[in-house]
């Protein structure tokens, strides 16, 4: 019988790991939507381009974390 704390299930790992990474992407591309407006905002009299530039920045950043830690899983 195998004990449940001792040892996780790989698709339990791969679940934890899922989870971790859209919460990471929501965080930083909301990070960078705010970074994008505040700069545009305050440098380039309200362009769209800057808020889309962060935002990609930040799901970017986000997206390679994701595959560096599922990388990891295998």
Known sequence: MICRDM???PE???HENL???LSDSLVKGFGGLVIGS???LL???RRIWPVWLGTGFGV???YRGCEKELNAVK
């Open 12 to 14: 339990d790992r791969l």
């Open 60 to 62: 970017g950043m986000a």
């Open 19 to 21: 989870n971790r990474c």
């Open 38 to 40: 505040v700069v545009t």
């Open 43 to 45: 440098f380039f009299r």
């Open 7 to 9: 040892a996780t299930a």
